[in-house]
């Protein structure tokens, strides 16, 4: 069913711009747009929204995307951010399909990066400059994205988001990384992350079929094929979770999407092969520590094997499909080259 998402702020174009309408003398400074995806956490998300808008370098433009809340939130966000570019979606399409969606917009615009985070997700004052210096700091080519610090309400470091660092990374790479602050990292989660828009419009949005779980990690693992990720401690953040955890604690019917979406993840290019089997036998270590913690086996093995028979029988529909029925009939992805 074809659903339309309202998007406040209309002038801006839907259409993604080519390389030659974006800003590119050596002087400017980037543009820089924000993305949060959202669904019924209104009170957090204003929180988040009045940390982003407060920073000591604010972002140039903020997007907010509504996956069809029922809790005020869009009439919130209209009311407190009227600068902020605000998507209603009339179903929920998950955080994937949320991020790739509020990418398509934030590339429209015109970003040069763009930073990603959750609805539950508070930034610290200078989170975004630390990133920003991180990306300066950097010899040669700018990295192709930056991580912050994801912390916990007690300020212990947060497991759910902990960066992937680089297995193998070279003495080069790690000077590197280094001269800023950072660490040389293979993928990210959506919870704070500057991404170079260019790589985006080259190597593609965010899987929107995945709905939830591993969406970032393969996107990011995409990016970082060939490219350069970092860890900026520097970059402070604190995530809201209700819990302290990672995300293999007792997932319920939801151990569904994760598995489903790594075995996708596992069978497109994002990983190279030996990464392959790298990363497939920590999966395997996790599922079964997963099932050992479960409080109900059931639910976690009736999710495995329908997780695992639609991860190997089906591929998900192409980010076109599924943001043409959220909407944005618009996107195109001919400006992408890779």
């Not at 955890?245 to 997932?251: A, F, I, R």
């Not at 495995?304 to 028979?309: D, E, K, M, N």
Request: one cysteine or more; hydrophobic letters at 40%; aromatic letters at 8%.
């Amino acid at each position: 069913m074809a659903c339309t998402g309202a998007v406040q702020d209309t002038e801006q174009p839907l259409a993604m711009p080519d390389s030659d309408g974006r800003r590119q003398a050596a002087g400017d400074q980037p543009r820089v747009v924000a993305v949060i995806v959202t669904y019924n956490r209104r009170d957090l998300l204003l929180e988040a929204l009045a940390a982003v808008y407060t920073q000591t370098r604010e972002p140039d433009g903020a997007v907010v995307v509504d996956n069809a809340s029922n809790d005020g939130t869009a009439a919130a966000v209209r009311a407190g951010f009227p600068a902020a570019q605000l998507a209603e979606l009339d179903v929920n399409y998950g955080g994937a399909g949320g991020f790739a969606y509020g990418m398509a917009l934030a590339l429209a615009r015109g970003a040069d990066l763009i930073w990603v985070m959750d609805d539950d997700t508070v930034p610290g004052p200078g989170a975004l400059e630390a990133l920003l210096q991180a990306r300066r700091d950097y010899p040669g080519r700018p990295p192709v994205l930056v991580a912050s610090s994801v912390q916990w309400t007690d300020g212990r470091a947060h497991p759910m988001n902990t960066p992937r660092p680089k297995p193998f990374a070279g003495k080069a790479e790690r000077l590197a990384a280094a001269a800023g602050g950072c660490i040389p990292i293979r993928s990210a989660s959506f919870v704070s992350v500057l991404v170079e828009a260019d790589q985006v419009r080259r190597r593609g949005l965010p899987q929107a079929d995945f709905f939830l779980w591993n969406d970032d990690f393969e996107f990011t693992a995409r990016l970082l094929r060939d490219g350069t990720g970092l860890l900026c401690p520097a970059s402070v953040v604190v995530h809201k979770t209700k819990n302290f955890g990672s995300t293999d604690v007792d997932p319920g019917d939801r151990f569904f999407y994760e598995v489903r979406n790594k075995i996708w993840t596992l069978r497109t290019g994002s990983l190279a092969l030996p990464e392959r089997a790298l990363y497939g036998g920590a999966t395997l270590r996790r599922w079964i520590r997963t099932y050992a913690r479960s409080a109900d086996r059931r639910v976690l093995r009736s999710a495995l094997g329908r997780g695992v028979v639609a991860g190997v029988r089906s591929r998900p529909r192409s980010t076109e499909q599924v943001l043409a029925a959220a909407g944005l009939a618009a996107y195109d992805d001919a400006d992408r080259s890779a």
